[in-house]
């Protein structure tokens, strides 16, 4: 079993939220979090938020870049290396799965 933490985190719009988090070990060592306000009815000026994180804590052949594309889209990607970083990746993908599915009270198949 792991252990699991909740904290407070104040996001940039200034919402403050409860997020869970857990370390994710095997070969390397990912920290992620997870919150969110649940579902509030409105787009980014009166719904909910939500935020996640993945951190290297050691050992994680990880590259991430951000981009904007053609239209003006922001985006994010990810690179692993190795087969423990596919593992901890899904293991911590997960996570972050489950955390936002309890605290928004919806399941979605």
Known sequence: MYEIKEKRRMLPDGTEIT????????????????GTTGFMGGDT?????????????????MKINTYVDRY???????????????????RAL??????LEEESQE???
Do not use: M, P, W
Not at 94 to 99: A, G
């Open 94 to 99: 997960k996570f972050i799965t489950k955390v």
């Open 45 to 61: 000026g009166h719904g909910g938020r939500t935020y996640f994180r993945i951190q290297d804590e050691g050992s994680t052949d």
């Open 107 to 109: 399941v979605y198949d």
């Open 72 to 90: 003006g889209c922001r985006g994010f990607e990810v690179f692993l290396g190795g087969d423990c970083e596919l593992e901890t990746t899904i």
């Open 19 to 34: 997020t869970y988090t857990r370390d994710v070990v095997s070969a390397n060592i990912l920290e992620v979090e997870a």
